[in-house]
T-cell receptor
């Protein structure tokens, strides 16, 4: 009963390096989201996906790219990491059932530090 | 535009005391409303949610919240706080999705940190 799984849990990057965060869900949800959490800012949406092969920008998409090649996976990429991207990243998923939205299920987070 | 305001950044209560965390939202229609809790180093756990119907909703761990449309509020309450309730609490508004729309997402408040004194 895994739910939403994020890998890795911790990562330290040097400025300019690239990396990919993986989010996997086993609940057959259509919708997946990437948020970042910064102190005093709550969670802000980076990108989201409403189905396999689709992605859309959230409120803070700059510097990030995403892909949803498989329904169960949602990848978040940083092409050239910057210190401003030091944050805790959360993946979430949800489904849309017969006209009603449902709750979002969150992963445990990835703590990323860019030095 | 949708937004969520949690006016209290930090609240301290004594164990056994009652608790109310405030949440106000701005949304053009009836929203979906959520309260999440985050313990240190952990992800977000759903406490309760309001989609429709009874405006007083019960959640896990003895929490409840009341949706007041006239005040655009969704305050979280607990009659008697336990030390294990110390955590950060987030209120969120969910945008309702229309047919074919991709608007479904959550808007979060900035969080309220709860400290519980023994």
């Amino acid at each position: 009963n895994a739910g939403v799984t994020q890998t890795p849990k911790f990562r330290v990057l040097k400025t300019g390096q690239s990396m990919t965060l993986l989010c996997a869900q086993d609940m057959n949800h259509e919708y997946m989201y990437w948020y970042r959490q910064d102190p005093g800012m709550g969670l802000r949406l980076i990108h989201y996906s409403v189905g396999e092969g689709t992605t859309a920008k959230g409120e803070v998409p700059d510097g990030y790219n995403v892909s949803r090649l498989k329904k169960q996976n949602f990848l978040l990429g940083l092409e050239s990491a910057a210190p401003s991207q030091t944050s805790v990243y959360f993946c979430a998923s949800s489904f849309y059932a017969g006209g009603a939205d449902t709750e979002a299920f969150f992963g445990q987070g990835t703590r990323l530090t860019v030095v | 535009a949708q937004s969520v305001t949690q006016p209290d950044i930090h609240i301290t209560v004594s164990e056994g005391a009652s608790l109310e965390l405030r949440c106000n939202y701005s949304y053009g229609a009836t929203p979906y409303l959520f309260w999440y809790v985050q313990s240190p180093g952990q992800g977000l756990q759903l406490l309760l949610k309001y989609f429709s119907g009874d405006t007083l909703v019960q959640g896990i761990k003895g929490f409840e919240a009341e949706f007041k449309r006239s005040q655009s509020s969704f305050n979280l309450r607990k009659p008697s706080v336990h030390w294990s309730d110390a955590a950060e609490y987030f209120c969120a508004v969910g945008a309702r999705r229309d047919r074919g729309s991709t608007l479904g997402r959550l808007y979060f408040g900035r969080g309220t940190q709860l400290t519980v004194w023994p």
